[in-house]
């Protein structure tokens, strides 16, 4: 079959229509002109439910604009984490010994000027700790910038200001200026003083807000400064006393609690100008009862009026409903017109949606649903393939004691362990919250699948391979070219409250897509003798539908996918891997990866993890890089520790080890038999080691990788005549 410029001309074609193909729909800007002022109320460890329940919060998420916020920061995560990473745009570091603010008096002020060697005339509130939250943050994994939004509010003439406490007994507990301040630890204006608080027997703790204390600071502050936060502080005394009270104490004190935020938030409404005002409304931690059921995304809120209704969208994440914490700092800065600077997040806009709160109850619990089952079914499938693939290897070195009855059942068991991540991919189309029902399906529809293709396959081994690792790659290619709607749902997915990804492809389908297309594309060649050439096309489609920043946006698996495609075409062309060619596949790689980075930098209007990346390496110099490398690094530790996908994949190793000594011979004859599926397998080993080397959690692509060149080789075997 002679290669011609037809189906080039065709491939470019297709790539070019899918790069402007993007799922986001028309937004409206929550930034206005106008508004000169932000006011963020925070009402900590609350969930929708609970604002929903309060009349005055009712009437304004049903004026607003909406969404759940991931909490992650730096690390392990805490409530003085996400306080500091809300206003730094980047996963931060902090702790209730760096969060000690107080008001700039004469004894503040001595301690101030010891430890930091600074002077200040003016009043305030300043953090006295900020050097040690400063040297958190050097050896934090993000390298985030303490102060970063005070600063930038700061060098354009904006004040910011803080009102409120969560201090308890002896313990001082402000947080939230951790959001406010600048570099050097100062706020401009408020009040954090024991003032704020009362004593009140039948509270925990003894001792509750003072809202009439609070609204009169609020007022007094609101015409001097441009950002004003105001902490209610009660959520979280009462998460912290839970465990001195009964389940029905502890609602009735939260009850309490949100009786008089909720008349709070109404008389503050009464006292300012919501023209002249953006309101925000965030929840930076879950309580801890909802960590605990795996509801760990909180609400934001955003009120400008009633002039944009529906549901908060970000370019990080790129889903309607779900924001980052990252992406907080940037949007305040955005209405004060500042472009953002070492920040990792993308400020805000809103999608208009009438039905916004009914969709993010629905969207929470699909959500929760999922990351819930995702570590059962997963570590299921994960034992599943790792007997699967043991029986099979019993089977092969045992094969003289095992009737030959039992292979069929064995290959066809086998083979389900490359089907059912299809099955996993399409089960969110049946929208089913079970996990009982869920396990069901998939065992059901998994095996149907094996059973369909072991009658169109018509016994065949090569025909049942091809089909089946051409079905996983076909429904991937198409999923990520439509929006990735079924990957983002899925539980080989990626998990939005993890937050390690939002869209795209994640590291768990990026390696069964290449370990698929290598086995597919190579079974094809020995299957029908097709031109190489048109194989190649489709690795470079592959890598378009990886690489692009619309479409897959994952830069590990593309540098993954370049070399051991391109390792994979040379060897198909006949040609030796020398040093030569390794330079050749090294600038491929390279060339893809710049190609890739000027279309996120230049042309998209919401950009990707790389471009922020490229961005931090600017910003930072040489240190960002370091922080990456080190980042990827500990992630694979700690993964690797952890995942049962690290057993995956030693498992793996060890079958193959087994395979090239018992039965002697084996693998060299199945070599000498499928030469095409044979190179495949070397680019599956290439990819494997590339993946594990380039990607935060290498492991988990790597197994998912090598499942189907395993797979593939047991399946052969068991199916060789000369074994029968």
Request: glycine share 8%.
């Amino acid at each position: 079959m002679k290669i011609t410029k037809r189906p080039l001309r065709i491939l470019f074609i297709i790539i070019i229509g899918v790069f402007f193909i993007d799922n986001a729909v028309i937004s409206y800007g929550v930034n206005q002109e106008s508004t000169p002022k932000v006011v963020m109320v925070i009402i900590n460890r609350v969930d929708f439910y609970d604002l929903y329940n309060m009349p005055q919060m009712k009437s304004i998420i049903d004026q607003s604009s909406i969404a759940l916020m991931n909490t992650r920061a730096s690390g392990r995560n805490s409530e003085f984490k996400s306080y500091a990473t809300l206003g730094w745009g980047t996963r931060a570091e902090a702790a209730q010994n760096t969060s000690t603010f107080f008001r700039l008096e004469e004894e503040t002020t001595g301690i101030y000027e010891r430890r930091t060697g600074d002077l200040f005339e003016e009043e305030g509130i300043v953090n006295i700790n900020i050097n040690l939250l400063i040297q958190q943050n050097l050896r934090g994994e993000y390298g985030a910038f303490p102060g970063i939004l005070g600063d930038l509010l700061r060098k354009h003439n904006y004040r910011t200001a803080i009102i409120g406490n969560s201090d308890i007994e002896n313990e001082k507990s402000r947080a939230i200026g951790l959001i406010a301040m600048d570099s050097r630890g100062y706020i401009d204006d408020g009040n954090v003083s024991e003032e704020l608080i009362e004593e009140d027997n039948y509270s925990p703790y003894g001792i509750k807000t003072n809202y009439s204390q609070l609204l009169n600071s609020s007022i007094e502050v609101y015409p001097k400064g441009d950002l004003i936060l105001i902490e209610t502080g009660d959520t979280n005394r009462l998460d912290r006393y839970k465990d001195n009270l009964s389940t029905s104490l502890y609602q009735h004190h939260k009850n309490n609690i949100l009786s008089n935020i909720d008349d709070f938030v109404g008389n503050l409404l009464n006292h300012i100008d919501i023209n002249e005002t953006l309101l925000m409304f965030v929840t930076p931690y879950p309580s801890d009862y909802a960590a605990a059921a795996g509801e760990r995304l909180t609400p934001v809120i955003i009120y400008d009026g009633g002039l944009n209704q529906g549901l908060l969208w970000s370019s990080t994440t790129r889903r309607p409903g779900i924001i980052g914490n990252v992406d907080i700092a940037p949007t305040i800065l955005s209405y004060f017109h500042i472009e953002p600077t070492n920040m990792i997040g993308r400020k805000l806009t809103s999608i208009p949606r009438e039905d916004a709160i009914n969709h993010i109850h629905y969207l929470n619990k699909r959500v929760v649903n999922t990351s819930l089952q995702r570590y059962r079914i997963l570590y299921s499938f994960a034992i599943f393939q790792m007997l699967a693939s043991v029986i099979a290897l019993l089977a092969i070195v045992f094969k003289k004691r095992i009737h030959k009855k039992w292979n069929t059942p064995i290959s066809l068991v086998l083979l389900s362990t490359i089907v059912a991540p299809f099955t996993l991919l399409i089960l969110p189309l049946l929208g089913i919250m079970s996990l009982l029902a869920n396990y069901l399906l998939l065992i059901g529809i998994t095996g149907g699948f094996v059973c369909s293709l072991y009658a169109l396959g018509r016994k065949n081994s090569l025909n049942m391979i091809m089909y089946a690792s051409f079905l996983i790659m076909i429904g991937l290619i198409v999923d990520i070219i439509l929006g990735q709607n079924l990957i983002k749902n899925s539980i080989l997915g990626y998990d939005p409250i993890i937050g390690a990804r939002y869209y795209g492809i994640g590291n768990e389908y990026m390696g069964v897509l290449i370990g698929s297309a290598l086995i597919f594309t190579t079974t094809l060649i020995e299957r029908f003798k097709l031109n190489k050439y048109f194989i190649i096309l489709i690795y470079i489609f592959t890598i378009a539908i990886i690489a692009l920043p619309t479409l897959g946006a994952n830069v590990g698996g593309t540098i993954t996918a370049v070399v051991a495609f391109l390792f994979t075409s040379i060897r198909l062309l006949g040609m030796k891997i020398n040093s030569k060619k390794l330079i050749y596949i090294f600038l491929s790689m390279v060339m893809v990866i710049a190609v890739i980075a000027f279309i996120d930098l230049f042309i998209m209007e919401n950009q990707t993890h790389l471009a922020n990346a490229l961005q931090q390496i600017v910003e930072k110099g040489p240190v960002a890089i370091y922080e990456i490398i080190a980042r990827k690094i500990s992630m694979n530790i700690r993964v690797m520790g952890v995942t049962v996908w690290s057993r995956v994949l030693l498992i793996a190793l060890a079958i193959l080890g087994v395979l090239f000594y018992r039965p002697v011979g084996v693998i060299k004859s199945l070599a000498n038999d499928y030469p095409n599926i044979a190179i495949g397998w070397s680019g599956i080993i290439l990819g494997c080691v590339i993946s594990f080397a380039v990607n935060d959690s290498g492991v988990v692509a790597a197994a998912t990788t090598i499942i189907f060149l395993t797979t593939s080789i047991l399946y052969l075997i068991m199916n060789k005549t000369t074994l029968e």
